[in-house]
């Protein structure tokens, strides 16, 4: 159990020399805005997540079948959206030298499509009409596609910002086997308690705000944890280095 919160401990407020800096605790606050952005695209956009890709393919499944609710577009747009801000990451970060200027690159375009998503829902009389559902999945799933592309680029141990499955498989998994793998439980722990947390304020916001209030919310977590992001871009040390 020392362990155990001890990897809660640092994952929240890092050392000084972790190996992964401040990175940590900014990637937890992605977690959270992605169970946020999820809970609004499922609950207001329709049966559709724009982070959880694994899901879409699912639905899609679904949608194929004949279920009812389930729109093949709309998970199909989500896919290409999240591919789409994926590849364009890609293409921009060629050859990265500094993992906070990079996670800093990454936010800030995030920050930009989820404004456009803001502007687009508060001038919309109904968010949910196709006119409107369509581009803001889009947008929602190339911000998400960009923010996992440059999670993936940091290589930060257990802290996706989006797949949980795998993560609650080593809590369970690594259980019995001892205090290193306690220390790194701590760690998921507190990404599966990030995502559930999003995850209920993003519903709570669809369910008893408005729309527009309900992107808001991770819009501004967005600009937050880039204006966090910028500070440590300036930094140096061993941390910046990609693994």
Do not use: C
């Not at 972790?18 to 959270?32: C, F, Q, R």
């Not at 982070?51 to 393919?57: F, I, L, P, R, S």
């Not at 609650?168 to 760690?187: H, K, M, N, Q, V």
């Amino acid at each position: 159990m020392p362990s155990l919160v001890t990897g809660v401990l640092r994952t929240l407020v890092p050392r000084p020399g972790d190996k992964h800096g401040p990175l940590p605790p900014l990637l937890v606050g992605l977690t959270v805005v992605t169970g946020m952005v999820d809970a609004v695209s499922y609950l207001l956009l329709g049966r559709v997540f724009v982070a959880n890709m694994t899901g879409n393919v699912v639905f899609l499944g679904f949608a194929l079948a004949g279920a009812h609710g389930f729109s093949p577009a709309a998970s199909v747009l989500a896919l290409a959206g999240f591919a789409a801000g994926a590849l364009a990451w890609g293409r921009l970060q060629r050859e990265p030298e500094h993992r906070g200027r990079t996670l800093l690159l990454a936010t800030s375009a995030e920050a930009i499509l989820f404004g456009i998503a803001l502007v687009l829902a508060a001038v919309a009389p109904n968010p949910g009409d196709t006119a409107v559902r369509y581009p803001l999945i889009l947008l929602l799933g190339l911000a998400m596609g960009t923010q996992n592309a440059a999670v993936r680029a940091l290589k930060v141990p257990d802290l996706t910002t989006t797949v949980l499955t795998m993560i609650i498989t080593g809590i369970a998994a690594d259980a019995p086997l001892g205090e290193s793998a306690s220390a790194a439980s701590g760690r998921r722990l507190v990404a599966v308690v990030a995502m559930l947390l999003g995850a209920l304020l993003g519903a709570v916001l669809v369910l008893h705000t408005n729309e527009s209030l309900a992107i808001a919310v991770p819009f501004a977590l967005v600009v937050a944890i880039t204006g966090l992001t910028s500070r440590i871009a300036r930094d140096q040390g061993a941390w910046i280095a990609f693994p």
